[in-house]
Nanobody
Framework: QVQLVESGGGLVQPGGSLRLSCAGS????????MAWYRQAPGKERGLVAT????????FYADSVRGRFTISRDNGKNTMYLQMNNLQREDTAVYYC?????????????WGQGTRVTVSS
């Protein structure tokens, strides 16, 4: 069965960095365009960044462009999100899943996500 496991979140001060990981199993990882999403307290889940099947093209939400970098290693069935210069408004639970717009739907159920808290 499809499994997506996010990790790497934590508490970080404004201006700090974190690297999130997303390990996929139960499906052919390299066949899927993937994405990171986040849900801040009291808000709906929204798109953060997407990456194509080969990693050759990426897209970022305006709020994170220039600070976050999405990447993937198809040999390890893993996707990453390098987050630099974190701001308080980046506080959220981060989830990985398929790029819904490209793939036409999600991969299985949403995982538990990984919580990122930016606070001094």
């Amino acid at each position: 069965q499809v499994q997506l496991v996010e990790s790497g979140g934590g508490l970080v001060q404004p201006g700090g960095s974190l690297r999130l990981s997303c390990a996929g199993s139960g499906f052919t990882f390299r066949n899927y365009a993937m994405a990171w999403y986040r849900q801040a307290p009291g808000k709906e889940r929204g798109l953060v960044a997407t990456i194509t099947r080969t990693g050759g093209n990426t897209f970022y939400a305006d709020s994170v462009r220039g600070r976050f970098t999405i990447s993937r290693d198809n040999g390890k069935n893993t996707m990453y999100l390098q987050m630099n210069n974190l701001q308080r408004e980046d506080t959220a639970v981060y989830y990985c899943n398929a790029d819904i717009a490209t793939m036409g739907g999600t991969l299985g159920s949403w995982g538990q996500g990984t919580r990122v808290t930016v606070s001094s």
